[in-house]
């Protein structure tokens, strides 16, 4: 741990980046922690935007009340290209010192990770990052607030269209978001009995899809679910819905679920993972971290350098791909 004597009287929270279930919850238990321990809070609105406008304000106990259940953040968030400045980002540090704030805590992925360490090495302004994306992709940390909900809304989905594709024997191919990462069409694959993924990154497996699908068929499946990650721009499943229908005159429907993934009441494991990361992160600020991550990791939290988070989580498929087809013959 990198030691500071300085003592922390004031912080700001904000978030960046997407949105995910469960910020809400952790704006609130960093300002309630804070608060409770004297410390003043400041939200800052609109991402590292927001920081850059000054549109910075004060935080009081009801400021967060009947928030934790909120989906979306209630200081609303902004991807901000801008901050890849250098000279941006000391107009920033030159704003927080005009507001007397010590620390800060950023609740986002692996975008504005990269934007806090920079503001920390250039201006050793004392940053805590708290990860928050539903993609689950961050390095350093097992999850990330906001997949498990994510997930949750994209079971339920899915669900729904099982119901209607096993009334028409029709197969259809789900969309999900996860960008680059392939972990919530997995988990989702898994817990809606899908007879496919198709993962992110991967060339498609057009003689296994067709193969699984046909057999499924054979074997009287009165219906085909086949999720696909969206991998770095969404729309994929039109291209697959082309070659399938081109190539192998199969047809299928296609259902790209986007932003409603990101919305929504956060499940219980969110609030709880946000809420135990808000009260870490402030903790964290008072026992001297400097720059560093509440990662949650073996099942419990713990404080990870900021710049072993700053990638993307190092995906291992092999096993969830094979218990969804072990279980989708
Ligand atoms: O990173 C979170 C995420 O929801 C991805 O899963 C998705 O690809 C992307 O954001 C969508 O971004 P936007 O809301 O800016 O279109």
Known sequence: MEATNRAIKSLAVMCSGGDSPGMNSAVRSVVRTAIGLG???????????????????????????NILQRGGTILDTSRCLEFHTPEIRQEAAHILARKHIDALVVIGGNGSFAGAM??????????????????NDIAGTEYTI?????????VNAVDNIRDTASAHSRSFLIEVMGRTASSIAL?????????YVV?????????????????????????????VAE?????????IKEELSNRYQIDVHVCILGHIQRGGRPTVLDRYLASS??????????????????????????????????????EITGPEMELLRALAI
């Open 231 to 239: 991998g770095e721009k969404s729309g994929l499943s039109y291209q």
């Open 277 to 314: 990361m808000g009260y870490a992160a402030v903790n964290a600020l008072c026992g001297g971290y400097q720059s560093h991550v509440t990662a949650f990791n073996k099942g419990a939290i713990e404080m990870v350098p900021l710049e072993r988070c700053l990638g993307k989580r190092e």
């Open 199 to 227: 993962l992110s990154n991967h060339e498609v497996d057009y003689e296994q899809l067709v193969a699984d699908i046909t057999h499924g068929v054979a074997r009287g499946k009165t219906s085909s679910i086949i999720i």
């Open 39 to 65: 410390i003043e809070v400041f939200g800052i609105y609109h991402g590292y935007s927001g920081l850059l406008e000054g549109n910075i304000h004060k935080m009081g106990l009801s400021s967060v009340s």
């Open 146 to 154: 906001g997949f498990n909900t994510a997930v949750q809304t994209a």
């Open 118 to 135: 920079a503001l920390h090495q250039e201006h050793q302004i004392p940053i805590i990052g708290i990860p928050g994306t539903i993609d």
């Open 187 to 195: 988990q989702v694959g898994i817990c809606t009995g899908a007879e």
